[in-house]
């Protein structure tokens, strides 16, 4: 060792154009950004995981003996509902196109907050932090939906197929 701990203080080299925000709030809000975008990432793995399992049950079903009834409809009803929550998440699918207005996602707020805040010593904007408000809200309930169908729904329609007598589809017990 050459010598001991040598204290320091560290400044910003210049002063900005605007006040910024506070660094421990700016540091906060990007805190803030990625959870929601950890998230949001993980119930879009989520929702493809339930899609997939809901294909290989329309798959066992009409690989089954069942008459169409009431398995079919829910079923439908259930791929209507992911179709939904994709439809929150990433948003419509065939208005991706530049310049076609749509209304933003999940996805599309907290894209524009990270791009919005990324290189920037200042801190959030008023506008992005009531972007990320919004995100979060609309992920909260996403993200119920998906802990229900994934806890409650799919697996109900998985018992039902197998009473059915539908084949063995993925996310079922092995028989």
Request: no cysteine; aromatic share 2%.
């Amino acid at each position: 060792d050459l010598s001991g701990p040598v204290s320091f203080e560290v400044r910003p080299l210049r002063d900005g154009s605007l006040e910024g925000a506070d660094p421990a709030d700016a540091a906060a809000f990007w805190a803030r950004v990625e959870a929601t975008q950890r998230s949001a990432s993980a119930a879009r793995m989520a929702l493809e995981e339930h899609r997939n399992r809901l294909e290989a049950m329309v798959v066992a079903l009409g690989r089954s003996t069942a008459d169409p009834g009431d398995l079919d409809t829910d079923l439908e009803a259930l791929r209507q509902e992911l179709l939904d929550l994709d439809l929150q998440l990433n948003g419509h699918r065939s208005k991706r196109q530049v310049g076609e207005p749509r209304v933003p996602s999940i996805a599309d707020r907290v894209g524009r907050t990270r791009s919005g805040v990324r290189s920037s010593t200042y801190g959030p904007t008023p506008n992005l932090e009531r972007n990320l408000e919004i995100a979060e809200a609309q992920l909260q309930d996403v993200v119920e939906q998906l802990n229900r169908i994934g806890r409650d729904t799919l697996p109900s329609l998985a018992n039902r197929l197998q009473q059915a007598g539908a084949p063995w589809s993925p996310g079922q017990p092995i028989p």
